[in-house]
C-alpha cells in the first residue's frame, strides 16, 4: 500500500512523507477517524513507507523487497491486530488475531483496506457477536515485539479498533508503550479514541484523518459507477467525506436504505401520536436485527437528528438531506430543537453503547423507542 494508492488526503499524506524522510515521528501514533475516510489504508501506507528501501516523491517505492511483502501484509516485521471472537474449540479468552490471518488478508485484499467492523465481523462469520481484543492476544503482541527485526527497519504493530481492547489487555501494553523496544513502532487505528484509557492516550501522538474531500470522492465514484450527473453530486454531498456512505448512496444496498427510513419515520410519527403499544411492537423488530446493522440504524437515526435540527433552524441550505428524507423531514423538523435534541441524541448513544457491551436487544429497544417518545410528544404538550 503506497501512499499513491490512499483516496485523497494529499495534504496529511505530504505530512507524514515529510515526518518519515527526517525520522520525526513519535513509536506511536493513533490514527483517529471514521473507517471510511481510509485510516487504516493511511496507516498501513505509512508503514510501508518507513520500512522502504528507496522511497521517493514522498512515497514508498512500491517494488523493493520490503515494500513488496508488505503491500502483500507478509512482512514478517509487520504485525496486524484486530477485534476477534471465540471459535469452536478456542475459548474467548484464549482467542487471537493469528486464528483469524487469512480471512484478514482477503478481505483486506479484495478492498484495499477500505471495510467497516460490520464487513469484518462477516468475513469471520460472527455478525452477531461484538469481536474484542483479549489480554491474551497483548501478551501475543509483546511477544512478537521482543523479537530482533528479521530485517533491518522497523518492527510494526497495526492495531485497527483499538477502543475493542479489554481493560486487561490494555493495561498489559502500557509499559511497552512507555519504553517501547528500539525500532518499535504501534500505529493504532480507532474510530473512537474516546473509548480508550487515558493511560493509553497519554501514550499516543493522535493524527487526525479527516473525511476525504470531495474531489476524491467524485474520482473515486466516477472510476466505480455509471452515474448520472445529479446522483453522482448527491452521492458526493451526502457522503461527506466518508467512501463507505458514498458507495452505499451511490450503488449501495438502497432495501437496507429504505428500511432505515421507514424504521426512523415509523418511530417519529408513532412517538409523536404516543402509540405506546405499535412502539413496543417497533422495538422488537429492531431487536430483531444483527447488531452491526442495530448500530447502523442508530447511526443513522443520529444523522437524521442532526439534519432536521439544522432544518428546523432554517438552514437548509447546509442540510445533507434530499427525496423522501428531505420531504418528511421538511414535516418533522419543527419537532427538533433545542428542548429535546440533546437528551435524544443520549438516548441514541446510550443504546450504542448498551448493544456494544452486548445488551439484550429486546430490552433495549423497546425501552429506547418509550424514552424517544416521551421526549417528542414533550415539544407538543
Given at each position: 500500500?503506497?501512499?499513491?494508492?490512499?483516496?485523497?488526503?494529499?495534504?496529511?499524506?505530504a505530512?507524514?512523507?515529510v515526518?518519515a524522510?527526517?525520522g520525526?515521528?513519535?513509536?506511536?501514533?493513533?490514527?483517529?477517524?471514521?473507517?471510511?475516510?481510509?485510516?487504516?489504508?493511511?496507516?498501513?501506507a505509512?508503514?510501508?513507507?518507513?520500512?522502504?528501501?528507496?522511497?521517493?516523491?514522498g512515497?514508498?517505492?512500491?517494488?523493493?523487497s520490503?515494500?513488496?511483502k508488505?503491500?502483500?501484509?507478509?512482512?514478517?516485521?509487520?504485525?496486524?491486530?484486530?477485534?476477534?471472537a471465540g471459535t469452536?474449540?478456542?475459548?474467548s479468552?484464549?482467542?487471537?488475531?493469528d486464528l483469524?490471518?487469512?480471512?484478514?488478508?482477503?478481505?483486506y485484499t479484495?478492498?484495499?483496506?477500505?471495510?467497516?467492523?460490520?464487513?469484518?465481523?462477516?468475513a469471520?462469520?460472527i455478525?452477531?457477536?461484538?469481536g474484542f481484543?483479549?489480554?491474551?492476544?497483548?501478551?501475543?503482541?509483546?511477544r512478537?515485539?521482543?523479537?530482533?527485526?528479521?530485517e533491518?527497519?522497523?518492527?510494526?504493530?497495526?492495531?485497527w479498533?483499538?477502543?475493542k481492547?479489554?481493560?486487561?489487555?490494555?493495561?498489559?501494553l502500557?509499559?511497552?508503550?512507555?519504553?517501547p523496544?528500539?525500532?518499535?513502532l504501534?500505529?493504532?487505528?480507532?474510530?473512537?479514541p474516546?473509548?480508550?484509557?487515558?493511560?493509553?492516550t497519554?501514550?499516543?501522538?493522535?493524527?487526525?484523518?479527516?473525511?476525504?474531500?470531495d474531489?476524491?470522492v467524485?474520482?473515486?465514484?466516477?472510476t466505480?459507477a455509471?452515474?448520472?450527473a445529479?446522483?453522482?453530486?448527491?452521492?458526493?454531498?451526502?457522503a461527506?467525506?466518508?467512501?463507505?456512505?458514498a458507495?452505499s448512496?451511490?450503488?449501495?444496498?438502497?432495501?437496507a436504505?429504505?428500511?432505515?427510513f421507514?424504521?426512523?419515520?415509523?418511530?417519529?410519527?408513532?412517538?409523536?401520536n404516543?402509540r405506546?403499544?405499535?412502539?413496543?411492537?417497533?422495538?422488537?423488530?429492531?431487536?430483531?436485527?444483527?447488531r452491526e446493522?442495530?448500530?447502523?440504524f442508530?447511526g443513522?437515526?443520529?444523522?437524521?437528528?442532526?439534519?432536521?435540527?439544522?432544518l428546523?433552524a432554517g438552514?437548509?441550505?447546509?442540510?445533507?438531506?434530499?427525496?423522501q428524507?428531505l420531504?418528511?423531514?421538511?414535516?418533522?423538523?419543527?419537532?427538533?430543537?433545542?428542548?429535546?435534541v440533546?437528551?435524544?441524541l443520549?438516548?441514541?448513544?446510550?443504546?450504542?453503547?448498551?448493544i456494544?457491551?452486548?445488551?439484550?436487544?429486546?430490552i433495549?429497544?423497546?425501552?429506547?423507542?418509550?424514552?424517544?417518545?416521551?421526549l417528542?410528544?414533550r415539544?407538543?404538550?
Open positions: 500500500m503506497r501512499f499513491a494508492d490512499v483516496i485523497g488526503h494529499s495534504e496529511l499524506k505530512r507524514l512523507a515526518g524522510a527526517a520525526r515521528f513519535g513509536h506511536a501514533l493513533l490514527f483517529s477517524g471514521r473507517n471510511g475516510h481510509g485510516t487504516l489504508p493511511l496507516a498501513h505509512f508503514a510501508q513507507l518507513v520500512n522502504c528501501e528507496a522511497p521517493s516523491g512515497d514508498s517505492c512500491g517494488v523493493c520490503s515494500c513488496v508488505t503491500a502483500n501484509l507478509a512482512h514478517p516485521d509487520l504485525h496486524f491486530v484486530f477485534p476477534v469452536r474449540g478456542n475459548s479468552a484464549k482467542a487471537t488475531s483469524y490471518i487469512k480471512q484478514w488478508r482477503e478481505l479484495a478492498t484495499g483496506g477500505y471495510f467497516a467492523e460490520a464487513d469484518w465481523y462477516r469471520m462469520e455478525e452477531n457477536q461484538q481484543i483479549s489480554r491474551a492476544e497483548a501478551d501475543e503482541m509483546i512478537k515485539l521482543s523479537f530482533k527485526p528479521f533491518k527497519g522497523y518492527k510494526v504493530m497495526v492495531v479498533l483499538p477502543e481492547m479489554r481493560v486487561e489487555a490494555a493495561n498489559a502500557l509499559k511497552i508503550l512507555e519504553e523496544w528500539e525500532k518499535t504501534f500505529l493504532m487505528v480507532s474510530e473512537s474516546s473509548k480508550l484509557l487515558p493511560t493509553i497519554s501514550r499516543l501522538q493522535e493524527i487526525h484523518v479527516p473525511g476525504i474531500d474531489g476524491a467524485r474520482a473515486f465514484l466516477e466505480r455509471q452515474l448520472s445529479d446522483r453522482l453530486d448527491s452521492a458526493v454531498k451526502l461527506r467525506g466518508d467512501i463507505f456512505e458507495l448512496i451511490a450503488v449501495g444496498d438502497g432495501d436504505d429504505r428500511e432505515f421507514e424504521l426512523f419515520a415509523a418511530l417519529m410519527r408513532l412517538s409523536y404516543d405506546h403499544m405499535e412502539l413496543l411492537d417497533w422495538g422488537e423488530r429492531v431487536a430483531s436485527m444483527g446493522q442495530q448500530k447502523r442508530l443513522y437515526c443520529l444523522a437524521m437528528l442532526r439534519e432536521n435540527y439544522i428546523g438552514m437548509e441550505q447546509i442540510a445533507y438531506l434530499c427525496g428524507e420531504d418528511f423531514s421538511r414535516r418533522f423538523s419543527p419537532f427538533i430543537g433545542n428542548h429535546n440533546e437528551p435524544l443520549e438516548e441514541i448513544e446510550s443504546a450504542v453503547a448498551q456494544g457491551q452486548n445488551g439484550n436487544p429486546r433495549i429497544f423497546p425501552h429506547f423507542a418509550l424514552s424517544v417518545s416521551k417528542i410528544t415539544v407538543n404538550g
